[in-house]
């Protein structure tokens, strides 16, 4: 069992826990997940991890109800504890194994939206640690809905608040920001979007016409995490990848947001998921070992 030791609504339907979870805090690093269960008959939920403390042998998590799994889960408080907490699954964020004088030269955007602004979090705050401060835009859609403004601030070289309706920081969209940026002069090597699909789709849009590579995190598909369910094939490159097993980070530019937009809502449906292990065959899943070439479902 997995204590919890800490648990707050940090805003409408929007949850944060800290876990005491030694061996993932151990070995964990930014842009990896977890999979959360939270007793033996529950659903397995993957979650990136928000931040961790390995002194303390603690890792946080941030979630948002969605579905009965995650309602549940709202409802657990200080004390209570998960019956499986997995992890650290996934690969890190390219950055955690880059030279860090190379790093430090490089001009480095993140693009956070809505819950996106949790995983975005630890890796500002990695890069914070290691001396190179990067440019961070939040994006809500009201003051309201803002997350982890506070801990971002800490971390980041300067922080740009936007909201959809205007209510705090700049009006408008992530992108929009993302335009004035470039305009009033600055000039980036890197851009990380985590956020919504939608939202990635248009920010990769923008970076492209503006040439600035950009490396996007799928976790918003993932529903099983190990590959085994079908839920987050993508094609990327042209190139079939699954979100929880070979990302979940990949070239923004390289990826069919249209194509994975639509396969989330067919999945949605048992007549969906049927249809599409129907069409996929053998390349429907990832990692369960039965997928490769001449592989039966």
Not at 15 to 35: D, H, N, T, W
Not at 90 to 109: A, H, Y
Not at 112 to 140: C, F, N, R, S
């Amino acid at each position: 069992m997995y204590k919890i030791v800490q648990a707050k609504e940090l805003t409408t339907n929007i949850y944060l826990m800290v876990v005491e979870a030694k061996r993932v805090a151990k070995s964990c690093q930014p842009g990896q997940f977890v999979i959360v269960r939270t007793d033996e008959e529950g659903e397995r939920i993957p979650l990136t991890i928000c931040d961790y403390d390995r002194d303390k042998g603690f890792v946080t998590i941030v979630f948002q109800t969605v579905g009965a799994a995650t309602q549940k889960m709202a409802w657990l408080k200080e004390g209570d504890a998960f019956h499986d907490f997995v992890g650290p699954l996934g690969c890190p964020s390219e950055f955690v194994t880059q030279d860090i004088d190379t790093l430090k030269k490089k001009r480095m955007l993140f693009v956070a939206g809505g819950v996106g602004t949790a995983p975005v979090y630890p890796q500002v705050k990695w890069l914070h640690e290691q001396g190179i401060e990067a440019d961070v835009i939040v994006g809500a859609k009201t003051k309201d809905l803002l997350i982890l403004e506070k801990e971002m601030e800490e971390v980041a070289g300067n922080l740009y608040v936007t909201t959809d309706d205007g209510s705090y920081g700049r009006s408008g969209m992530v992108t929009q920001t993302i335009k004035d940026l470039v305009d009033e002069g600055k000039n980036y090597d890197t851009c990380v979007a985590i956020g919504p699909m939608i939202m990635m789709k248009f920010v990769c849009k923008m970076t492209k016409e503006l040439k600035i590579p950009t490396i996007v995190s799928l976790n918003p598909i993932m529903v099983d995490g190990t590959g085994m369910c079908g839920a987050c094939r993508v094609t990327v490159g042209g190139e079939v990848k699954f979100a929880c097993v070979d990302g979940p980070e990949f070239d923004g530019h390289q990826v069919d947001f249209d194509q994975a937009m639509k396969r989330q809502q067919i999945y949605k449906t048992e007549e969906g998921r049927a249809f599409l292990r129907a069409k996929e065959g053998n390349t429907h899943h990832g990692g369960c070992g039965n997928c490769t070439d001449g592989g039966k479902e």
